[in-house]
């Protein structure tokens, strides 16, 4: 399928003996994110756009949009978008995947948003088992309203609502969701990866895919937690945010399937 | 030889690529787009892996791969 926004302009169109092997997926609009730079939402918004176009469910998918950083993100799918209410898109989603037992709903959700105020909602549409897909983005601080402590913040990082480091007692250690809901009976498939690598990001979207796919096959709700870096409120490069994902999340959240019922 | 495009315009001089590019062809430019992004631009060597492309959060390259030849290195 081919988006006419997609089109490459002439100069941009393959030489004798050349061949595209990389363009924008036809379910990604093409126009400038309001993303800082080095963010990795861009990185999971290409991928599931990729994944929706291979799995040929672009004309029937149904994003849910979340708040915080991504309440935009229905401006860069070429797909029907709704945004939900704080926290509540996973709530949303089963009332639209309801109502239209043919489309294809993903929920699109930081951390802020799903972890905390959301957390009931996400949970329950879970252990119900809805034919949704929820995409969780961590990347352990609040991001829009300028880096306050979130559910996912690790011990001892400084935010701006935990100055002396994020404490466990009293302030509770990093909620791993990943873990969470794959303990739920309703979910098919969940999985945590990082956006830090190549290998990593290759990774996610095939765990993006599966999760997509449970959904397809009625198999039961579909997750995939992305390790996600915001260098904004890390108050760091975009490469030393690729590090501190590798060196100081991946050993707090564990990438790896949690559970998978595609092969059952 | 492979080519990448960057779509300068797109570029927000992250620089994710050029830790992502394993031939190290990618450096930045000494070029700034209209929003005061400093934009990158690549050298000989490109193998075509594609691999920056990846790990660009703006969509903002597009890679042209060149087949082998019959000697088994890049036309």
Wanted: hydrophobic content about 40%; glycine content about 10%; charged content about 20%.
């Amino acid at each position: 399928m081919n988006n006419p926004c997609n089109a490459l302009p002439e100069a941009l169109r393959p030489r004798e003996g050349e061949s595209l092997v990389f363009d924008a997926p036809a379910a990604q609009v093409d126009r400038p994110t309001h993303y800082c730079p080095g963010c990795h939402h861009g990185i999971a918004h290409r991928l599931v756009a990729e994944v929706l176009d291979e799995l040929d469910a672009t004309d029937r998918a149904v994003l849910v949009a979340s708040v915080g950083c991504s309440a935009f993100s229905y401006d860069y799918f070429a797909v029907d978008a709704l945004e939900a209410q704080h926290g509540r898109a996973c709530a949303v989603a089963t009332g639209v995947r309801r109502a239209n037992p043919d489309s294809v709903v993903f929920t699109y959700q930081g951390d802020g948003d799903m972890a905390a105020i959301g957390l009931a909602e996400s949970v329950h549409a879970a252990n119900r088992g809805e034919l949704i897909t929820a995409i969780f983005i961590n990347n352990t601080v609040y991001g829009m309203t300028g880096g306050q402590t979130a559910p996912t913040t690790l011990i001892g990082q400084i935010t701006t609502t935990s100055p002396a480091g994020r404490r466990l007692r009293g302030e509770g250690g990093p909620l791993r969701m990943t873990e969470l809901m794959a303990g739920l009976d309703g979910v098919a498939y969940a999985e945590r990866c990082a956006l830090d690598s190549v290998r990593h990001v290759r990774a996610a979207k095939k765990a993006l895919r599966n999760a997509f796919e449970v959904q397809i096959r009625g198999l039961g709700f579909g997750f995939v937690e992305l390790l996600s870096g915001c260098p904004t409120n890390w108050h760091m490069t975009p490469q030393a945010a690729n590090r501190r994902i590798a060196e100081e999340m991946i050993p707090v959240f564990p990438l790896g399937t949690a559970k998978n019922l595609l092969d059952k | 030889m492979s080519r990448i495009v960057f779509l300068e315009d797109r570029c927000k001089g992250c620089r994710l690529c050029i830790d992502a590019c394993p031939a190290g062809v990618i450096r930045p430019s000494g070029r700034f787009n209209h929003q005061g992004y400093e934009v990158m631009t690549s050298g000989e060597g490109c193998t075509g892996c594609a691999s920056c492309a990846v790990m660009c959060p703006d969509t903002a390259i597009r890679v042209f791969r060149t087949a082998r030849t019959a000697e088994g290195g890049r036309a």
